[in-house]
């Protein structure tokens, strides 16, 4: 049987009832568009957790009082003391070779209030490194320099996020702003930066680190520390130079802080969005499980009621393998069909959650290489055994099938 013959007979099998082709393919079109509508987002949500990432900052070390543990999150250790990171810690830091910059930071959640308006955000003691350290620029105005440190001074600079919130229809430069009973004067405003991932600038206030140590935390220990590497190559060799450094510093055997790398959180991260991509996909598949079961069922029911016609075809002089590739060839074309406009659904379901703002999907070439090929595979398996049955058929029998 030529190919060309084989096509037209699938096509005017598959024609004959709509319907029925239509509602069959149905679980393999839901199916395939569900599995890449999820790798999508699960792509979109990745990329755009590694963009945040790496908004944070350049070549990034981040060191973190107590030890992280698997499972325990951060638990104090060493001398039993939680709070580890002193300002002493900074110039030892400083002096490490790879280290570019270093951050030291204290951060505490307060009520803050200008003009009738408030919110409840968080604020950060810093010092001048802080704004090459975390990649971010300045809108307007200025920032934390080393005299108001020294002073002592009351100056803030606002995320943009929250001179929204505080002065939503004028310019904050130069506007005051009450926090903890304490007035601070707006000498900056920072470049929105959108989701920056854990630290969030644009929802911080940013002030003199010796004023948060000194008069509104009452702290003399470091919430962190940020630690810009000249060289990205660089990165594992100076987190072993700073915790041996630190460790010295400290005169303790075992880290009473813990260091961070952006490769690290990343890692995590993708790891679980990975698992949870694949976990949502394989949900997914159960409705092409479906879809292939439905398509055997029809497939089944249509060898039933062309029993006649194969026996016809068979006293005339078709082989088994004739038969068996003809209806095998309708199974194949049904979950091609359904997988097409699949692809196509699944396409359209990852432009409107883009569009949505929620997250940027990326549908990969290579999920729809494996839509194709799953829809294939799926014809194949579940269009088998009935064109097998088909094949298998006595002419005498079927011609005297009612």
Do not use: C
């Amino acid at each position: 049987m030529k190919i060309i013959d084989i096509a037209q007979e699938t096509y005017s099998s598959l024609s004959t009832n709509k319907v029925r082709s239509g509602l069959t393919m149905l679980g393999i079109v839901i199916g395939i568009a569900s599995v890449i509508a999820m790798v999508s987002i699960g792509n979109g949500a990745k990329a755009s957790i590694q963009s945040s990432i790496e908004g944070l900052g350049s070549n990034l070390l981040t060191i973190i009082p107590g030890v992280v543990q698997p499972g325990r999150g951060i638990v104090s250790s060493g001398r039993g003391a939680a709070q580890t990171l002193k300002n002493d810690d900074i110039d030892v830091v400083k002096t490490i070779d790879g280290v570019m910059a270093v951050s030291p930071e204290v951060s505490s959640r307060f009520q803050v209030v200008a003009i009738g308006n408030n919110t409840n955000t968080t604020i950060t003691g810093v010092i001048p490194d802080y704004i090459a350290v975390h990649n971010i620029e300045i809108a307007n105005g200025s920032f934390i320099s080393d005299a108001n440190n020294r002073n002592i001074g009351r100056q803030a600079v606002l995320g943009a996020t929250v001179a929204t919130d505080l002065f939503p229809d004028q310019d904050p430069l130069g506007k005051t702003i009450r926090i903890k009973k304490v007035n601070f004067t707006v000498v900056g405003i920072l470049v929105a930066k959108g989701g920056a991932g854990f630290s969030g600038p644009d929802d911080m206030i940013f002030v003199p680190l010796s004023t948060m140590q000194k008069i509104l935390s009452g702290m003399d220990y470091l919430s962190m520390m940020a630690v810009s590497v000249t060289d990205k190559n660089q990165m594992a060799e100076v987190k072993d130079l700073t915790t041996n450094a630190l460790i010295e510093k400290h005169n303790i055997v075992e880290a009473d802080f813990s260091i961070i790398s952006q490769e690290d959180i990343l890692g995590t991260l993708t790891t679980v969005i990975d698992t949870f991509t694949l976990f949502l996909a394989a949900i997914a598949s159960i409705s092409l499980l479906v879809g292939g079961i439905g398509i055997m069922n029809m497939m089944l029911t249509t060898v039933t009621e062309r029993t006649k016609e194969i026996g016809l075809r068979k006293a005339i002089g078709a082989k088994r393998k004739d038969i068996n590739v003809q209806f095998l060839a309708e199974a194949v074309m049904l979950t091609f069909i359904g997988g097409f406009l699949g692809i196509v659904l699944g396409w359209l379901m990852s432009f409107i959650v883009t569009s949505t703002g929620l997250v940027a999907t990326q549908v990969s070439f290579s999920s729809v290489l494996l839509a194709f090929g799953v829809s294939a595979g799926i014809g194949i398996v579940f269009g088998y055994y009935p064109a097998h049955r088909a094949g298998m058929l006595n002419p005498i029998d079927a011609l005297r099938y009612e």
